[in-house]
């Protein structure tokens, strides 16, 4: 997030706005701000390569936060924010945090977090009240103006260090060699998703995701060094999302399926309300995207929808647009960065068409942070692939699709069933407004497969939607794919970056048998 020539060729355009309020803050501002903040670290004795933190909600602070540690030649790791103290405390310590910045919404989870901490020295506190605050906890505005203005002497480029999200086991740091140059020399998966992206100067981005999360980190990352102006939603709300388009002629933005979903579902009348045709291009990811989503998606807004897989680690990434997806229903595209192997479990190549792990040859360095077990893990003997547990096949034409996480798998009678395609098609369905699918307990087959459903507002929850539910998945699948049961739950543990937080549903049936969930 380095505006660099743009803060002098044109400090008068805005860098980013608020979406709630209104706010809008100038190159020059944002320039001015980044450089407080960066002596303020250096003068705290962080020095290259050294890491910081950043835990709270999208705010008006949030990216001059990152924007300080890519000029001070720093990690700087952006936490979920809706994590829990013991959560946070294990992410500050894993990675050596000396600095938390945070907000006066997250102060609570904070205190506690750094009373457990063993690394982090000093809080910055985001609209803070200095008489409030413990010792140790500063109000960032305050301690940041005593700061100049004007760059550090000997600006180096920083990048993040993000954490994977936990949906599966405990978080675990995704760290890149750091070489030493000008922040202005971007790292060149930047350039390369810059073009990618097709992103431009002058370009308007709209981000209704947490910008914690890795998509939105490049994405708000990119528009600023291309001289953009990034529009920040504090929180997604379909509508908005829409109406925002049309007030601010946004021409790109990047989403996640669940927000294509919740848009699908306002009232017609109301989704073509809104003038969308300043968008040029619409990048979704984090999870593919169900089939019947996506074709409705297309219909409406046509061809400026793009589909990308790369994961957290940035191994390798394919894309395709709304032609090549239209060809290939339900594809992620063709391998654009990196080269791609599909293994069985004795690392073996399987035949076209045929489901395995992916792993690719190695696109850019990286190692899981204080975790060389889990590194080993994820690369193969030789050093040339790895892996995050992905599966997937490739077509005839070349083009991926992917099948489910591995961990995912549900094994029932010795038959290996992936749960996506049944997610994929209960989230369609128009009194389904969120789905799980996973294995739980059974005594013959080890495990069998369950469903837990978010209805619709105004939906009955009883034995009819569940009989619904089943045969309208028996229409599309075969018989051991489907649950053999569904619960009901009135708020699916999903984060606002789309991830689903499977294994707290799961852990609630490994835990405690065939309990309920309630």
């Given amino acids: 997030m380095y505006p ?18 209104g706010e809008s803050v100038s190159y020059s501002e944002f320039e001015a701000r980044a450089n407080k903040l960066t002596h303020l670290l250096q003068n705290e004795g962080l020095r290259r390569q050294d890491h910081y933190s950043i835990m709270m909600e999208n705010n008006n602070r949030y990216l001059e936060a990152c924007a300080a540690g890519e000029r001070a030649g720093l990690y700087y790791t952006c ?10 405390a294990y992410i500050l310590d894993n990675s050596e945090s000396q600095i938390l910045i945070t907000s006066m919404s997250k102060l609570e989870v904070a205190i506690d977090a750094v009373s457990q901490s063993s690394k982090v020295r000093k809080v910055l506190v985001v609209d803070a009240d200095a ?16 700061f100049p203005a004007t760059p550090i002497d000997n600006e180096r480029l920083g990048t993040s260090m993000l954490y994977s999200s936990g ?9 890149r060699p750091l070489p030493e140059q000008p922040p202005a020399d971007a790292l060149p998966m930047y350039d390369f998703l810059g073009q990618l992206w097709h992103y431009r100067e002058d370009m308007i981005y709209l981000s209704p995701a947490p910008l914690y ?31 925002l388009i049309e007030q601010y002629s946004v021409s790109h933005s990047q989403l996640v399926p669940t927000m294509f979903s919740r848009m699908l579902k306002l009232p017609e009348a109301v989704r073509k309300s809104y003038d969308l045709s300043s968008l040029e291009i619409a990048v979704h990811a984090a ?29 390798g990434f394919s894309a395709c647009d709304t032609q090549e997806w239209l060809a290939h229903p339900g594809t992620v595209g063709k391998i654009v960065l990196g080269e791609l192997a599909v293994l069985d479990d004795e690392m073996q190549p399987l035949p076209q068409g045929t489901p395995g792990t992916l792993w690719f040859k190695t696109a850019t360095e990286f190692e899981y942070h204080n975790d060389p077990e889990k590194t080993a893990e994820a690369t193969s003997s030789d050093g040339e692939m790895t892996t995050v547990g992905d599966v997937g096949y490739v077509d005839e034409d070349g083009f991926l699709f992917l099948t489910d996480r591995k961990t995912f798998m549900i094994i029932s009678g010795g038959v290996n069933i992936y749960p996506q395609e049944s997610e994929d098609l209960l989230i369609a369905h128009p009194k389904v407004a969120d789905a799980a699918v996973f294995g739980v307990p059974n005594v013959d087959l080890g495990e069998e497969v369950k469903a837990v459903i978010q209805v619709v507002p105004g939906t009955v929850e009883n034995e009819s939607l569940t009989e619904e539910l089943l045969a ?8 051991q794919k489907i649950p053999r049961s569904i619960d009901y739950i009135a708020q699916m543990p999903r984060l606002p970056t789309g991830k689903l937080y499977k294994r707290l549903l799961r852990d609630q049936y490994w835990g405690a048998g065939e309990s309920r969930i309630v």
């Fill in 213 to 243: 999360h890795s998509a939105p980190q490049a994405a708000v990352n990119l528009t600023i060094r291309q001289g953009g102006t990034v529009i920040i939603m504090e929180r997604f709300d379909p509508e908005a999302y829409l109406s």
């Fill in 79 to 88: 936490i979920n924010s809706f994590l829990t103290a013991d959560e946070l």
């Fill in 131 to 146: 008489n409030e605050l413990p010792d140790g906890f500063e109000d960032y505005a305050t301690t940041c103006q005593s």
């Fill in 472 to 479: 309208y998945l028996a229409e599309h699948l075969s018989r």
């Fill in 4 to 21: 660099g020539k743009y803060a002098a060729t044109h400090p008068d355009r805005a860098a980013f706005v608020m979406a709630s309020t």
């Fill in 287 to 315: 999870a593919p995207c169900p089939v019947m989503v996506k074709q409705q998606m297309i219909e409406w807004w046509g061809p400026i929808i793009h589909e990308y897989y790369g994961a957290t680690e940035g191994l």
């Fill in 167 to 175: 949906t599966t086991g405990r978080p675990k740091g995704i760290i």
